[in-house]
Protein backbone atom coordinates (compact mmCIF):
# COMPACT_ATOMS: atom_id res chain seq x y z
CA UNK A 1 0.00 0.00 0.00
CA UNK A 2 1.34 3.07 -1.22
CA UNK A 3 0.92 4.86 2.40
CA UNK A 4 3.17 2.23 4.22
CA UNK A 5 6.09 3.19 1.82
CA UNK A 6 8.11 6.47 3.14
CA UNK A 7 10.77 7.55 0.70
CA UNK A 8 13.95 9.77 1.55
CA UNK A 9 15.90 11.42 -0.35
CA UNK A 10 19.56 13.16 0.30
CA UNK A 11 22.29 14.67 -1.86
CA UNK A 12 25.15 12.88 -1.45
CA UNK A 13 27.91 14.99 -2.75
CA UNK A 14 31.17 11.66 -2.77
CA UNK A 15 28.48 10.47 -5.89
CA UNK A 16 27.28 13.33 -6.97
CA UNK A 17 23.66 12.62 -6.92
CA UNK A 18 19.81 12.62 -5.08
CA UNK A 19 20.26 8.99 -3.52
CA UNK A 20 16.37 7.21 -2.66
CA UNK A 21 16.12 5.02 0.39
CA UNK A 22 12.20 3.15 0.48
CA UNK A 23 11.54 2.39 3.93
CA UNK A 24 8.20 -0.07 3.86
CA UNK A 25 6.80 0.15 7.20
CA UNK A 26 3.38 -1.83 8.42
CA UNK A 27 2.03 1.08 9.90
CA UNK A 28 1.39 4.54 8.20
CA UNK A 29 2.68 7.85 9.55
CA UNK A 30 4.70 10.79 7.75
CA UNK A 31 7.78 11.68 7.82
CA UNK A 32 8.56 15.33 9.75
CA UNK A 33 11.71 15.75 9.78
CA UNK A 34 15.22 13.78 8.73
CA UNK A 35 18.67 15.05 10.66
CA UNK A 36 22.34 13.68 9.67
CA UNK A 37 24.09 11.57 12.84
CA UNK A 38 27.24 12.48 13.35
CA UNK A 39 28.26 8.42 13.11
CA UNK A 40 26.45 8.12 10.07
CA UNK A 41 23.21 7.67 8.95
CA UNK A 42 19.89 9.55 10.00
CA UNK A 43 17.68 10.04 12.68
CA UNK A 44 13.86 10.57 11.37
CA UNK A 45 10.58 11.66 13.36
CA UNK A 46 8.05 9.20 11.42
CA UNK A 47 4.41 9.63 13.19
CA UNK A 48 5.33 9.52 16.75
CA UNK A 49 8.33 7.68 16.15
CA UNK A 50 12.23 8.48 16.29
CA UNK A 51 13.71 6.28 13.88
CA UNK A 52 17.17 5.31 13.21
CA UNK A 53 18.07 5.46 9.48
CA UNK A 54 21.04 3.34 7.90
CA UNK A 55 21.50 4.91 4.15
CA UNK A 56 23.83 1.76 3.34
CA UNK A 57 21.61 -1.23 4.44
CA UNK A 58 18.57 0.68 3.85
CA UNK A 59 17.81 -1.12 7.67
CA UNK A 60 16.20 1.23 10.33
CA UNK A 61 15.09 0.97 13.81
CA UNK A 62 12.75 2.69 16.55
CA UNK A 63 14.48 4.68 18.86
CA UNK A 64 11.43 6.26 20.74
CA UNK A 65 7.76 6.15 20.42
CA UNK A 66 6.38 9.42 21.98
CA UNK A 67 2.37 9.21 23.66
CA UNK A 68 -0.50 10.60 21.62
CA UNK A 69 -1.80 13.92 22.69
CA UNK A 70 -4.84 15.30 21.87
CA UNK A 71 -8.14 14.18 19.43
CA UNK A 72 -6.39 14.69 16.45
CA UNK A 73 -3.77 13.19 14.20
CA UNK A 74 -0.61 13.66 16.21
CA UNK A 75 3.24 13.47 14.78
CA UNK A 76 6.54 14.88 15.16
CA UNK A 77 7.11 17.90 12.78
CA UNK A 78 10.44 19.62 12.72
CA UNK A 79 13.73 19.31 14.74
CA UNK A 80 17.25 20.39 14.39
CA UNK A 81 20.55 19.86 16.60
CA UNK A 82 22.00 21.88 19.08
CA UNK A 83 25.37 23.29 19.47
CA UNK A 84 26.56 20.68 21.50
CA UNK A 85 24.57 17.91 19.35
CA UNK A 86 21.66 17.24 21.64
CA UNK A 87 18.19 16.60 19.06
CA UNK A 88 15.31 19.03 19.76
CA UNK A 89 12.44 17.31 17.80
CA UNK A 90 8.95 19.02 18.18
CA UNK A 91 5.62 17.69 17.53
CA UNK A 92 1.86 19.03 15.93
CA UNK A 93 -1.64 17.93 16.01
CA UNK A 94 -3.76 18.12 12.92
CA UNK A 95 -6.26 19.34 12.62
CA UNK A 96 -4.76 22.63 13.74
CA UNK A 97 -7.95 23.68 15.73
CA UNK A 98 -6.59 21.33 18.07
CA UNK A 99 -4.49 23.07 19.86
CA UNK A 100 -2.41 23.09 22.65
CA UNK A 101 -1.19 19.48 22.41
CA UNK A 102 2.04 19.99 20.83
CA UNK A 103 5.36 19.40 22.63
CA UNK A 104 9.02 19.75 22.36
CA UNK A 105 11.61 17.27 23.61
CA UNK A 106 15.21 16.71 23.55
CA UNK A 107 17.33 13.62 22.89
CA UNK A 108 20.89 13.41 24.01
CA UNK A 109 23.58 11.03 22.75
CA UNK A 110 22.25 8.32 25.29
CA UNK A 111 19.01 8.45 23.56
CA UNK A 112 17.42 9.97 26.46
CA UNK A 113 14.13 11.47 25.48
CA UNK A 114 13.09 14.85 27.85
CA UNK A 115 9.94 16.77 27.66
CA UNK A 116 11.11 19.82 27.39
CA UNK A 117 8.15 22.34 26.49
CA UNK A 118 4.65 21.62 26.67
CA UNK A 119 1.08 23.12 25.48
CA UNK A 120 2.07 24.47 22.23
CA UNK A 121 -0.04 24.56 19.06
CA UNK A 122 2.83 23.33 16.38
CA UNK A 123 6.31 23.20 16.93
CA UNK A 124 7.54 24.41 13.48
CA UNK A 125 11.70 25.82 13.96
CA UNK A 126 14.70 26.06 16.36
CA UNK A 127 17.55 28.38 16.33
CA UNK A 128 20.19 29.27 18.69
CA UNK A 129 21.84 32.27 19.28
CA UNK A 130 25.70 32.31 18.52
CA UNK A 131 26.86 32.82 21.92
CA UNK A 132 24.74 29.35 22.96
CA UNK A 133 23.31 31.19 25.68
CA UNK A 134 19.74 31.60 24.25
CA UNK A 135 17.92 29.03 22.35
CA UNK A 136 14.04 30.79 19.95
CA UNK A 137 11.11 27.92 19.60
CA UNK A 138 8.85 29.07 16.66
CA UNK A 139 4.97 28.04 17.40
CA UNK A 140 3.08 28.11 14.43
CA UNK A 141 -0.17 28.47 15.68
CA UNK A 142 -0.18 31.63 17.38
CA UNK A 143 2.16 33.34 15.20
CA UNK A 144 4.55 33.43 18.18
CA UNK A 145 8.52 32.88 18.48
CA UNK A 146 9.61 31.91 22.17
CA UNK A 147 13.16 32.71 23.95
CA UNK A 148 14.48 30.55 26.60
CA UNK A 149 17.55 31.29 28.08
CA UNK A 150 19.61 27.90 26.95
CA UNK A 151 22.30 26.05 29.16
CA UNK A 152 24.34 24.77 26.35
CA UNK A 153 25.92 22.20 29.06
CA UNK A 154 22.94 20.59 30.23
CA UNK A 155 20.26 21.81 27.40
CA UNK A 156 18.11 22.98 30.61
CA UNK A 157 15.88 25.95 29.17
CA UNK A 158 14.44 28.93 31.51
CA UNK A 159 10.13 28.90 31.40
CA UNK A 160 9.36 26.10 29.23
CA UNK A 161 5.53 26.05 29.69
CA UNK A 162 3.87 28.03 26.95
CA UNK A 163 1.78 30.24 28.66
CA UNK A 164 4.78 31.56 30.67
CA UNK A 165 7.45 31.82 27.81
CA UNK A 166 9.41 34.75 26.88
CA UNK A 167 7.70 35.90 23.18
CA UNK A 168 10.15 37.57 21.53
CA UNK A 169 8.20 38.13 18.55
CA UNK A 170 4.60 37.85 18.07
CA UNK A 171 3.34 38.18 14.27
CA UNK A 172 -0.50 39.19 14.41
CA UNK A 173 -3.23 38.49 11.86
Known amino acids: MLQDLIILYYWSPKE ?20 PKSSGGYVAGKGKQLVEV ?81 MFLIDTGPRKIYAFNFDVATGDLCKCLASSMNIAVHFLH
Open 16 to 35: NRVVILVLLYLTGGEVGFAI
Open 54 to 134: DWESGSSSVVHEVEHRGSGSYRFNDAKCDPSGRLWAGTMVWPPEDTGHAVLYSIDKDKDLKLKCENLHLSNGLAWTADKKA
